[in-house]
Structures are given as structure tokens and as C-alpha cells.
């Protein structure tokens, strides 16, 4: 009897640090929501539901997995969005109007990707500027930006000879469209760079304190600027892809996406504060705000409550992330 209550304490001690896991705590609200919505309206919790949803996450998920790194060195990103579109447009009408092949067009956008993400960098980490007011000045020029490539008619990629993706794109692989394979490969190359390699540690240890990281010899700007070109160029792919998807450049894409893409990283566990990561937290909270959006739908509650209902999750993840940071110094 007298062992039996170290073991009990020892389970229950270990089944709280496994509720904390940050994948954990954002599947709980999730399994709720779907649980609830599938009791009023069975039909939600269907393979053709989930299938419909799964279409659409792969290119806001990419867009939150690159927003995620300057979240980790404690800066954020709020372009990401717009980039995506920009680097959309710019492969379409390079593809269109000037006959490159969709490779070099491709590779083009994603550098002018680069450069965005070098241009938020310098602005933030070299000369100081707040991150929020940078990236937003990047959300309004590049956004501004994509209009100046359209001549009154969208980009379609089906009309052009040389183009030769639209049927790769609609080809199913094990019940599943491309992009989100595409998606899965991502997000597994990410988990083990931020989870296995030393660059990974030395850019969460950058976010975790940046003082203590310099100490240590870990070039923190360095690392900084690196994540918004990352940032950058996953906004960039993910802009790409929808594009290549619908075979069509339009210049509305990526209009919203960088505050669902905020919200899923704080929701699957990113910390805003920096060195604090979960590729795998953030895949599932971009599940759980889209089948929250799609709860909405389902229930018959006006459209509008999407914003707000995001707004929800997030305001309660931010207040869960200062609790843990709060219970992380107290320790």
C-alpha cells in the first residue's frame, strides 16, 4: 500500500503534463466542437464534410506554418496574407501575359517572396521598427500591389497552352488532392527542423531570450531575419498553390488569411512571447478554426459570427498562453 502512492501520484502527475501538451489542448476544444455540432446536426461529422474542409486548409495551414516562425523569435508577421496573393498574381501574369513557363514563373514569384520577407526583416530587426507596424505598412503595398498586374480580366492559367498543372492539380492521391499532400510534406520537413535539428533550437532559444541567446553565440538577428524570409516564401507557396488549384490569378487571394493564420498559431500553441513551437498543434489549430467556421454554418447562425467566434479563440488562446507564462516564471 505504501508504494501504491508514489506510483498514483507519479500517474497523475504525468497524465497533467500530457493534458499541457500543446496538442493535447487544442484537440479538446475541437473533439467539444465537433461533438456538439454532430448531436444537433448529425450530417457535420460526414466524410464528404471533412473532405469539403480538407480541400481548403492546406493553403491557409502553409500560411499559418510560416507565420508561426517570427512568431517564435517573438516577433510577428501580419503580411503573410497578402504576400500569398501577391506571389499568386505574379506567377499568373508573368504565366499569361508573358509566356514564361509555369516553373520560372513560379520560381520568380517565390523570389520576389524573398525579397519581401528581407525587406520586413531589415525593417524590423535593423532599423527597429515594431514588427505590427512594419508588416502592416508590407499588408497595404503589397496588397496594393497585386492590382497593378491586372488589366480588367483574371489570369486564366486553363487558357494558355504552355500551362500543363491543371490536371495534375484535380488528380486524387489516396482520396486526396494534391495540395494537401503538399501540405503534409511541409509541415513534416518543418517538424523536424524546429524539433531535431540545431537551427530549430537555436531559433526557439532566439525566441525563448534573445539576451541569453547572443550570450550563447546564436546569431539572434541572424535568425530573426531568416524567419520572416521563411515566412515569407510559405505565404508565397501557399498563394501559389490556390492559384495552380483553381487555375485562375486572382487578385482578392489571401484577403483575410493572416489573422485565421495568427489565430490557428495561437490556438495550437505558438506562444506570442517566442521560443514555443508545435507544427503539429498548428495543423489542428487550423482544424479547429475551420470546423468552428463551418460549426457556424451548420447551426444557422448568421455568417458574421465567423469573425467573432475567431476573435473568441483567439482572445482565449492569448490568455491561456500569459497563464502558462505567467505559471513558467512563478516556477
Partial sequence: MQNSQ????ANVSAFRRFLRLDEVSVTIPLAIIIFITTMIRPDFLTINNFSAMFTQIPFI???????????????????????AGFAGIIMASFICDYGWSTETAILFALACCVII???????????????????????????????????????????????????FF?????????????????????????KKTLWGRRLLATGDNREVAVLAGIPAKQMRMAAYVISAV?????????????????????????????????V???????????????????????????????????????????????????LFDIYKQKRKVAA
Fill in 6 to 9: 508514489p506510483i498514483a501520484r
Fill in 61 to 83: 495551414a502553409v500560411c499559418a506554418l510560416g507565420a508561426a516562425f517570427p512568431l517564435m523569435t517573438g516577433n510577428v508577421d501580419i503580411s503573410t496574407g497578402r504576400v
Fill in 117 to 167: 520577407g528581407l525587406v520586413n526583416g531589415l525593417l524590423v530587426v535593423h532599423l527597429g521598427v515594431p514588427d505590427f507596424v512594419a508588416t502592416m505598412g508590407t499588408l497595404y503595398i503589397v496588397g496594393g500591389a497585386r492590382y497593378l498586374f491586372i488589366k480588367g480580366y483574371q489570369f486564366a492559367l486553363d487558357k494558355v497552352p504552355s500551362y500543363h498543372y491543371g490536371a
Fill in 170 to 194: 484535380k488528380t486524387q492521391f489516396l482520396g486526396m488532392l494534391p495540395p494537401f499532400w503538399i501540405m503534409i510534406v511541409l509541415f513534416a520537413i518543418a517538424f523536424v527542423v524546429i
Fill in 234 to 266: 510559405l505565404s508565397g507557396i501557399a498563394g501559389i498553390m490556390l492559384t495552380l488549384d483553381l487555375g485562375l490569378g486572382l487578385p482578392e487571394t489571401g484577403d483575410g488569411w493572416e489573422f485565421r493564420a495568427i489565430a490557428a498559431c495561437v
Fill in 268 to 318: 495550437g500553441g505558438v506562444s506570442l512571447s517566442g521560443g514555443k513551437c508545435s507544427p503539429i498543434g498548428i495543423l489542428i489549430g487550423v482544424l479547429l478554426v475551420f470546423a468552428t467556421e463551418n460549426a457556424i454554418i451548420f447551426l444557422g447562425l448568421p455568417t458574421t459570427m465567423r469573425i467573432a467566434v475567431q476573435g473568441a479563440l483567439m482572445a482565449f488562446a492569448v
